[in-house]
Nanobody
Framework: QVQLVESGGGSVQAGGSLRLSCAAS????????MGWYRQAPGKERELVAL???????NYADSVKGRFAISRDNINHITYLQMSSLKPEDTAVYYC???????????WGQGTQVTVSS
């Protein structure tokens, strides 16, 4: 059974930092692209950052230079380090795994990030 369990969300003031973690089980971690998405109230879910199975990264323009995604292929954890947080970063953040061979996609349950001004 696939499980993606996010942690690390919370409330922080603008300019602060948070680190999100996503612990994966039930998947072959090394052949999954791992991503972080977010969904703010009334808005569609959007890609925040992606780290491929090979280690390449991609970021939404809105977070470039402030967020950093990384993956631990031994412990099957994906991180999102968020710095210089802004109120517009407030959203539920979801972890995503996509198997590069089968294209099977899995989602975590989400973790709330709230940034106050």
């Amino acid at each position: 059974q696939v499980q993606l369990v996010e942690s690390g969300g919370g409330s922080v003031q603008a300019g602060g930092s948070l680190r999100l973690s996503c612990a994966a089980s039930g998947i072959i971690f090394s052949i999954n692209n791992m991503g972080w998405y977010r969904q703010a109230p009334g808005k569609e879910r959007e890609l925040v950052a992606l780290v491929s199975a090979g280690g390449g990264t991609n970021y939404a323009d809105s977070v470039k230079g402030r967020f950093a995604i990384s993956r631990d292929n031994i412990n099957h954890i994906t991180y999102l380090q968020m710095s210089s947080l802004k109120p517009e970063d407030t959203a539920v953040y979801y972890c995503n795994a996509k198997n590069v061979r089968t294209l099977t996609t899995s989602w975590g349950q989400g973790t709330q990030v709230t940034v106050s001004s």
